[in-house]
C-alpha cells in the first residue's frame, strides 16, 4: 500500500504517461497478448534467476552489506527484521505514531543503502534488533518491499519487486501495493511475499491467509489488474488508493511493474520521467502499447528476456542524477 506524499498524484501521472519509442516486441495478438499460453514457465532459467540475485541500483545496501550479515535465513523471520526498520506511515497512527512533515523527508529516500544509513546513525544496533515503532523509518509498501528484496539478494536468492493491486486491504477494491517474489527452487515457482504485513496488521485486516506465501489472486500484477480492466473483468475505478482511482492509475503501476522487473523500482512518486502530455487521456496508442506491455508482465511467472527487450524499447527512462 503507497502513500499520499504531496506529489503523489502528479507524479503517478506522470508515470502513467511515459513516452515510448517502437522497438521489436512478442508476437502478440490484437490485444496485446503473447500467443503463447498463458502460466507457462519461462523464468527458472540459470540467466534468469542470476539476473535477480545481483542487487540493483535501488536494493544495493552497498558499503552497509555487513548489515545484512548474520541476519535470519527464513522469510518470516526476515520479514519481521524489515517490520522492525520501517514503518508505514498510513499505519503510524495504530502504533501510536505521529507523522509530522519534519518526518516526511525519511520517506523520500529511495536506495536501500541510504536507509541504512539513516536507519545506522539513529540506533546502531544489528537490524534484527526490532527498533520502537516512533524510531523505525517511514515509508510505503514499496520501502518494505525494496529492503526484503536487498536482503534476499545479499543471501543469493533470486528476488524481484512487484507492484501490482492487492485485494485484502478493502472489501471489493484493488488497493495499490507492492511486494517481493522469491524463486523457491524445490518447487522451482517465485513465491509472493508481502513484507509490510506485521501481526498487528493481519489482525486489523482480518488476514487468514499466509502473507510469506500469498495465495493466488491475493496480490495482482499491474499488468494482470490492466487486462482485467480492458476485458470488463473489473471496473478500473476500483483500482487505486487514497481516492485516486481508474485506468490512468493502473497503466502507471504497468510501467513501474515493468520497471521493478527490470530492477528499477522507483518510488511512487518519483517525477524524473518524462511525460508525453498535460492530461490523462490515454491514445489508441498508449493504449496499444500498455496492453503489449501487460502481455509480458501479466503473471506471477515473467520472461525475463521479453521483460528486458521491452524494457530497452522505452524511451526517456533513465537513472536520476543522485543514483549515477
Known amino acids: ?10 507524479a503517478t501521472r506522470a508515470t502513467s504517461r511515459a513516452t515510448f519509442k517502437t522497438g521489436s516486441l512478442p508476437a502478440v495478438d490484437s490485444r496485446g497478448r503473447e500467443r503463447r499460453g498463458l502460466g507457462q514457465p ?13 542487487q540493483g541500483p535501488f536494493t544495493d545496501p552497498a558499503e552497509y552489506a555487513q548489515l545484512f550479515d548474520g541476519l535470519p535465513a527464513e522469510i518470516p523471520a526476515l520479514c519481521r527484521v524489515v517490520q522492525g526498520l520501517v514503518i508505514h506511515f498510513l499505519w503510524a497512527k495504530s502504533y501510536g505514531v505521529e507523522v509530522t512533515e519534519a518526518r516526511r523527508p525519511e520517506m523520500e529516500i529511495r ?5 541504512l544509513e539513516h536507519l545506522a546513525a539513529r540506533d546502531p544496533r544489528p537490524l534484527d534488533v526490532a527498533r520502537e515503532p516512533r524510531a523505525r523509518m517511514l515509508g510505503t509498501c514499496r520501502d518494505f518491499s525494496v529492503m526484503l528484496c536487498g536482503m534476499l539478494r545479499h543471501r543469493g536468492i533470486p528476488a524481484r519487486v512487484r507492484c501490482g493491486f492487492a485485494t485484502y486491504f478493502q472489501a471489493d477494491h484493488y488497493e495499490d501495493h507492492w511486494i517481493v517474489q522469491y524463486w523457491r527452487p524445490g518447487e522451482r515457482r517465485w513465491v509472493m511475499v508481502d513484507a509490510q504485513l506485521d501481526a498487528l496488521q493481519r489482525d486489523q485486516l482480518h488476514v487468514d491467509f499466509d502473507t510469506t506465501d500469498l495465495p493466488t489472486g491475493r496480490f495482482l500484477p499491474a499488468g494482470r489488474a490492466w487486462r482485467m480492466c480492458r476485458d470488463g473483468e473489473a471496473d478500473p475505478e476500483k483500482f487505486g488508493i487514497l481516492g485516486m482511482s481508474g485506468r490512468w ?3 502507471g503501476n504497468v510501467v513501474r511493474d515493468l520497471l521493478a522487473l527490470n530492477k528499477l523500482e522507483v518510488s511512487p512518486w518519483d517525477t524524473w520521467r518524462q511525460a508525453a502530455r498535460d492530461d490523462d487521456e490515454i491514445t489508441d496508442a498508449g493504449l496499444a502499447l500498455c496492453d503489449r506491455i501487460a502481455s509480458v508482465t501479466h503473471a506471477n511467472d515473467v520472461d525475463l528476456a521479453e521483460a528486458r527487450a521491452l524494457y530497452e524499447t522505452i524511451e526517456d527512462v533513465h537513472l536520476p542524477p543522485w543514483l549515477k
Do not use: E, I, Q
Request: proline share 6%; hydrophobic share 30%.
Open 42 to 54: 519461462m523464468s527458472g532459467s540459470d540467466d534468469h534467476l542470476a539476473y535477480y540475485t545481483r
Open 111 to 115: 536506495p536501500v543503502s541510504r536507509k
Open 249 to 251: 492509475f493502473v497503466r
Open 1 to 10: 500500500m503507497t502513500g499520499n506524499c504531496p506529489s503523489f498524484a502528479g
